[in-house]
C-alpha cells in the first residue's frame, strides 16, 4: 500500500471525527504524536500495522453474533462468519492446532473461557453423565448444588507471582483466586531458572485439576513437555498461556519443546502483544476440549466483536508471513543484545539474561525500588514498567524491578547496535538516580532524585536515536 493511501484513509477517519467531537479527534491525533516521540520498552505492547487498525473502524461493530461460526442465535452473520472463519483457519495454521476460538475480548477473558471449558469436561460433562442428564437444566435442585460446589472446589497449580506469573493463573485480587484453590511454583533461587523438580512435586502433593503455564515477567524459555509430562503423570490438564510470547511462538522462535501448542490440551493468549495484532484474546485447543471452547460466549463473554475478530484475521495474515518470522527473531535478537548492554555496563538482571523478548532489571544494585527507577526513566523518555523480582524484598507495588521488552522497538526498526545504546541510557539514568526522602528526612520508596541535566540529555538523545526509526511512516496526517 501506497504512502499516501495510509495517509489519506487516517486523514478522512480524523475529519469525520472531528465534525461530531473534535476533543476525541485532537486525542487520537495526539496519541500518534506522543508514540512516535517515546521510547517504549513495555513488554507487553507493540504497534499494529495500519491495516490492522483501520479493520477495526466499520460497521462490523454494529453487528451482534453470538454463538459460533454458522451457528449463530442472531439473524445475518454471514459476513461475521466469515471474517471468524478466516482469523480461526489462520489461528489454526499458523500455530498447528486442531481448533481455534477466536471471540476473547481480552487475555483475561480467553483464560476465562479455558478455565470454564477444563470445568465442564472434566467435572460437569462426568456429572452429567453419571446422573443421566443431558443438559444442566434436566439436574434436580439437589443435584445441581451438588455440581456448583464441585465446580468451585478445583485446584490449580500456577506459576508464582515474583516468578514472573500473572494474576490470572489463581491469584486472590482476580476472579481465578476467587473460583480455584491455588498453590503456586516458581524458581530456582540461585539460578532464578523455573524449578521444575519442585513443580513435579507441588503437583504430586497438591493433585490440581488444572496446570497453568506462561508468564509475563520470565526472561527465559519454558519446556512445555516437562510440564505436559508432570501434568500428565498428576492427571492434570495443561493450560499455558502465551499472551506475551505468542508472537514468538507463531514466529517460530519458539519451537519443539518450547513450543507450547503441541504439548498442551489448551492454550490461551492475548492478540496485542508480541503478536502485534487488534487489542484481543484468543483460545487454542485439542479436539476433547473444541466444544466447550466454543460455548465462551455467552459462557463468560459478551457478544463477539465482529470488527476486531476481522483485525485478528488480518493480523494473523501478516504473521504467517516470512516476514513475520524475521521479525520475532529480531525481537529476541534485540532483547539479547539490549541485556548484553547492560550486563557490560554492571546492571543486574534477573537468571542473568534473556532467551525471549523481555529483560528483568534487578534495580536494587543501583540502591533504589521499581517504582522509583520506572519514574526516573520516564522522565529522561523512556517508557518501561516496573515489576516484582523473585523474593522482592519490596513487594508488589514499590518493587525492585524493571521489566523491559524489545516487541515494539523492534517494530520500529531499531536493531541491535541500537539496542547497546538504549542499554548506555538506561544504565544512565539508574545510575544517577537515588531514592527521596520523605517530608521528616526518612528515605522513601516512591521518590526519587534525579538531575534535570542526566534526564534532559537522556530523554534528547532517545528522540535522536528514534528519529532514525518512524513510528508509522506512511502515516502523515498533515
Ligand atoms: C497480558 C496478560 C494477560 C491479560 O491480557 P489482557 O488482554 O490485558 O486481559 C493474561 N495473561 C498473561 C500471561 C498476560 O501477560
Redesign the pocket.
Known sequence: MSISTESTAFRAALDVIRSVEPRVADAIGQELADQRESLKLIA?ENYASPAVLLTMGNWFSDKYAEGTIGRRFYAGCRNVDTVESVAAEHAKALFGAPHAYVQPH??????LVAFWAILAAKIEAPFLTEHTAKHVNDLSEEDWAVLRRALGDQRMLGMSLDAG??L??GFRPNISGKMFEQRSYGTDHQTGLLDYDALRSAAREFRPLIIVA???AYPRLVNFRLVREIADEVGATLMV????FAGLVAGKVLTGDFDPVPHAQIV?T?T??SLRGP???MVLCQPELAEQVDRGCPMVLGGPLPHVMAAKAVALAEARTPDFQNYAQRIVDNSRALAEGLLKRGATLVTGGTDNHLVLIDVSSYGITGRQAEAALLDSGVVTNRNSVPQDPNGAWYTSGVRIGTPALTTRGLGTAEMDEVAALIHTVLDATTQGTTKSGAPSKATHVLDAKVSESVATQAAELLSGFPLYPSVDLG
Open positions: 507487553s481480552s487475555g483475561i477473558d480467553a483464560n506469573g500473572h490470572t493463573h506462561g508468564y509475563s498461556d502465551m499472551a506475551h490461551t492475548t496485542h502483544k487489542r484481543g484474546g
